[in-house]
């Protein structure tokens, strides 16, 4: 499980207090899919951040597991949105992938299958000894989640991972990460500023108010598991829940202005 | 091939014309201290493929293989630490401005007094100058790992070693090259001014005695052997470049596309 109680980050520098995120609280249950959408500078990034053991906050606190955070935590695996710089341009797209079991110290036996199985599912086996730069945008994502998904983690987050990419490739990478979640049963938290994609994806939603950040509202994502970029997209509730987080962004956006 | 052909052409040019226009300008020559180049030729081969290749060119070339290795062992290693630990900068930055200041063949007399006339003296000439461009180009190129990298290992628990053999010095490696290319070419200055204090062996020791003893066509086959040596080091450097670098300039042709 995932828990974020009263987390608060204060950016103090050059004679400037900025208050990204205010006062946050909410809970992910173990296996679910939350995604995290807000207005555009409402201190989503500083928030996965600070989940992800990178920043420490202010005050309040964020527990993983079970267990509270104060550097990247066990097994935990993070996607970040700028995937050209995340992947190392000197190692091989199968090298990248496997980097961070060499790090743990995984023996070469078992981290073989794991590599090849994580590649095979972003649908990159061919690609494995291709240098990051030599593949497109999509693809270098592709290879990111992949090394995510090798790594096993319980609880994955996603920091806009597919804000860079084209509209088409982007809605593949959508329906590639929910299979990925289907099957490997982690726990996802996917923040974008993107509000279909954040009803197409989610099982919840959590809409952040303007900095500083608070929870504005979560609303229930109450469509059919089996999701499809046609039908789902098609799907009057699904108009109507992205109506609401619509309507919600907008009050967030107003009480800021 | 004809493009092979083509390069192989134009590299060979302009070398073949000036020689060209060497050998018909002092084909007349009767100046004593301007030789005709073929006289100039006769004595390259007489002079240094005897022994004197043993006792002369291949003792300065160990002599600059030992400084200039131990110079990259030193500049890198005090490049990295340096260039981790903002304390440890802040500290050594004043005193390293002040030594890399002071040009290399000033310490010899130094040198002599400290390390004797042996080889050791010379060596550590070597060292004290191609030392500066490698420790130097380490330090930025440690501080400019890409942040997004940086936090990609810290999330993935890539640390200690696996950090810095994959993240730093792999980041590092495109300054750590320039560094090493500068320091390729003070090292052969070096080699030969090492030479010419208190030596009773090397290139440069045997070209200033030729001079001294008006064995003028010899004196101008050393300094045409000199200019060969750095061709040719400077090809071997190339080869490792090319190795090293492959990924780097792999994106930079892909970037200009």
């Given at each position: 499980m995932l828990s974020v109680r009263g987390l608060r980050k204060v950016y103090d520098g050059h004679g400037r207090r900025v208050e990204a995120v205010g006062d946050l609280t909410f809970e992910v249950a173990d296996g679910a899919f939350v995604c995290v959408v807000g207005p555009s500078g409402c201190g989503k990034t500083t928030l996965l951040r600070c989940i992800a053991g990178l920043l420490p906050p202010t005050s309040g606190s964020v527990q993983v597991c079970g267990t509270p955070v104060t550097g990247p935590p066990?097994?935990?695996?993070?996607?970040?949105?700028?995937?050209?710089?995340?992947?190392?341009?000197?190692?091989?797209?199968?090298?990248?992938?496997?980097?961070?079991?060499?790090?743990?110290?995984?023996?070469?036996?078992?981290?073989?299958?794991?590599?090849?199985?994580?590649?095979?599912?972003?649908?990159?086996?061919?690609?494995?000894?291709?240098?990051?730069?030599?593949?497109?945008?999509?693809?270098?994502?592709?290879?990111?989640?992949?090394?995510?998904?090798?790594?096993?983690?319980?609880?994955?987050?996603?920091?806009?991972?597919?804000?860079?990419?084209?509209?088409?490739?982007?809605?593949?990478?959508?329906?590639?990460?929910?299979?990925?979640?289907?099957?490997?049963?982690?726990?996802?938290?996917?923040?974008?500023?993107?509000?279909?994609?954040?009803?197409?994806?989610?099982?919840?939603?959590?809409?952040?108010?303007?900095?500083?950040?608070?929870?504005?509202?979560?609303?229930?994502?109450?469509l059919p598991d089996a999701r499809d970029q046609l039908t789902t997209r098609g799907d009057p509730r699904f108009t109507e829940l992205r109506g609401q987080v619509y309507a919600q962004i907008q009050k967030a956006k107003g009480a800021a202005g | 091939m004809t493009a092979a052909l083509r390069r192989a052409t134009l590299v060979v040019a302009l070398p073949a014309a000036l020689l060209t226009a060497w050998w018909f300008a002092s084909a007349g020559s009767t100046d004593f201290y301007r030789p005709p180049l073929s006289r100039i030729l006769a004595a390259f081969g007489e002079t240094w493929f005897g022994p004197r290749l043993v006792d002369d060119v291949l003792p300065s070339l160990a002599r600059l293989g030992l400084g200039y290795a131990m110079a990259l062992v030193i500049g890198v290693t005090l490049g990295v630490a340096t260039g981790l630990s903002p304390r440890l900068r802040a500290t050594l930055e004043p005193v390293l401005e002040f030594l890399r200041a002071v040009p290399p063949p000033v310490l010899v007399p130094i040198?002599?007094?400290?390390?004797?006339?042996?080889?050791?003296?010379?060596?550590?000439?070597?060292?004290?100058?191609?030392?500066?461009?490698?420790?130097?180009?380490?330090?930025?190129?440690?501080?400019?790992?890409?942040?997004?990298?940086?936090?990609?290992?810290?999330?993935?628990?890539?640390?200690?070693?696996?950090?810095?053999?994959?993240?730093?010095?792999?980041?590092?490696?495109?300054?750590?090259?320039?560094?090493?290319?500068?320091?390729?070419?003070?090292?052969?200055?070096?080699?030969?001014?090492?030479?010419?204090?208190?030596a009773?062996?090397?290139?440069?020791?045997?070209?200033?005695?030729?001079?001294?003893?008006?064995?003028?066509?010899?004196?101008?086959?050393g300094v045409l052997l000199l200019g060969l040596l750095g061709v040719a080091l400077s090809v071997v450097f190339r080869v490792v470049e090319h190795r090293v670098l492959g990924w780097y300039h792999g994106i930079r042709a892909v970037q200009r596309q």
């Open positions: 066990d097994g935990l695996a993070v996607v970040f949105q700028e995937y050209g710089r995340s992947l190392f341009p000197w190692l091989r797209v199968q090298e990248n992938v496997e980097l961070p079991l060499r790090a743990a110290r995984m023996p070469r036996a078992r981290r073989r299958p794991l590599v090849a199985e994580a590649l095979a599912a972003v649908g990159l086996s061919d690609a494995a000894s291709a240098y990051p730069w030599q593949l497109s945008g999509g693809m270098q994502q592709r290879v990111a989640i992949a090394r995510a998904i090798a790594y096993q983690p319980r609880v994955l987050l996603m920091d806009e991972p597919f804000a860079a990419v084209d509209a088409q490739t982007r809605a593949d990478l959508e329906d590639l990460i929910r299979s990925v979640w289907q099957r490997l049963g982690v726990t996802l938290l996917f923040v974008t500023h993107d509000i279909d994609e954040a009803v197409y994806l989610g099982q919840r939603v959590i809409m952040l108010s303007a900095a500083p950040t608070r929870v504005a509202e979560e609303l229930a994502v109450d | 040198l002599i007094l400290v390390a004797g006339i042996g080889n050791t003296m010379k060596v550590l000439v070597i060292v004290s100058g191609c030392v500066w461009p490698v420790l130097l180009n380490t330090v930025e190129g440690v501080r400019n790992v890409d942040g997004v990298l940086a936090d990609t290992c810290r999330s993935y628990r890539i640390r200690g070693q696996a950090r810095l053999r994959h993240l730093v010095l792999r980041s590092a490696s495109p300054q750590i090259v320039t560094g090493a290319r500068q320091a390729l070419s003070i090292g052969i200055i070096l080699m030969v001014i090492s030479e010419m204090f208190a009773s062996s090397g290139l440069g020791f045997t070209i200033v005695q030729f001079q001294r003893g008006f064995a003028i066509p010899e004196m101008w086959s």
